[in-house]
């Protein structure tokens, strides 16, 4: 079914249309899509902003094992040459797994408003988390702190823990946060069932986790300490290390940890701060 070009033609509908609905919001936006590029057909996470596709980013590592025969369908991002472009939904974004996406705050934005320091998200795809050195293992290294996995993963006994062990390994030793979100019952067949399984970690500390096999929709929402991850970071000096062998390419910060690698391209986009104080969705624990 991913090889009819009017799934291709409809999927690129559906992207104009979210595009349009997203131009006074927000947040940034992931996306799950098969996306036609030149030789065939990626397994992609495709980043909406304002309504700006801000790039497309295509799945590393195709399962073909169990259940799974991606291979058949989809070609592997990770062959990609990086520098790539693609046309879709009317405009021309970035494509490759080089991508990380940088919010960054205008330097004035008002009295009492306080100063935000940039931001970069990466994002992976479903296998890519379940491999030895991960598409996010090269992000972290490279700088991004949130990193997020969209998810086809079906359920089975087990799988929940499954997840939250991966989530936890991702996060830990790259010292991200995490944000995990399987496919919902909406996508259950007579071979497959999905549970809509969603998770959010911090380096190696679960947040929050939604409802599995849920009918109605969730939002699940936690706050990520973008500065504790930091400083983490700085202090850990093996991090910066590691991040030497597994991008193999690094420009060393002078502050402990991996500066930018410089494989990876940054999609900037923007990050107002308003000042408004929200109330905290996680424990703090006043002793750390």
């Known amino acids: 079914m991913h090889l009819d070009l009017r799934l ?3 999927v ?17 936006a992931f996306v799950g899509a098969p996306v036609w590029r030149h030789p065939g057909v990626y397994n992609c996470a495709v980043a909406i902003h304002r309504g700006r596709i801000l ?17 058949r369908q989809f070609r592997a991002g990770r062959f990609v040459l990086p520098g790539g472009m693609v046309d879709i939904a009317g405009q021309s974004a970035p494509f490759g797994t080089d991508l ?16 935000v320091s940039p931001v970069l998200i990466g994002v992976e795809v479903c296998e890519d988390a379940w491999v030895a050195i991960s598409p996010a293992s090269r992000q972290a290294s490279a700088g991004a702190l949130v990193i997020g996995n969209m998810s086809g993963s079906p359920f089975s006994l087990g799988k929940g823990e499954a997840r939250r062990h991966v989530c936890w390994k991702q996060s830990a030793p790259n010292k991200c946060g995490y944000v995990y979100t399987a496919a919902g019952p909406g996508e259950s067949s007579s071979d497959l069932a999905f549970d809509a399984h969603a998770l959010i970690y911090e380096n190696g500390k679960a947040l929050a986790e939604s409802v599995r096999f849920a009918r109605t929709p969730q939002l699940l929402v936690s706050d990520i300490d973008l500065d504790a991850l930091r400083r ?3 202090r850990t000096g093996t991090f910066g290390d590691s991040a030497i062998d597994v991008s193999g390419q690094v420009e060393p910060s002078g502050q402990g940890h991996a500066g930018r690698v410089g494989s990876f391209r940054h999609v900037h986009f923007a990050m107002p ?11 703090v624990d006043p002793y750390p």
Do not use: H, I, M
Not at 102 to 115: F, K, Q, R
């Open 8 to 10: 291709g033609q409809a």
């Open 12 to 28: 690129d509908e559906a992207l104009a249309w979210l595009c349009v609905a997203s131009v006074d919001l927000s947040p940034v």
């Open 55 to 71: 790039g497309v980013v295509p799945k590393s590592y195709l399962p073909n094992y169990g259940e799974f025969y991606e291979q």
């Open 100 to 115: 990380l996406f940088e919010g960054v705050t205008p330097a004035s934005t008002g009295p009492g408003v306080p100063s």
């Open 232 to 234: 983490d970071r700085a």
């Open 273 to 283: 701060v308003d000042g408004v104080a929200l109330p905290l969705k996680r424990a």
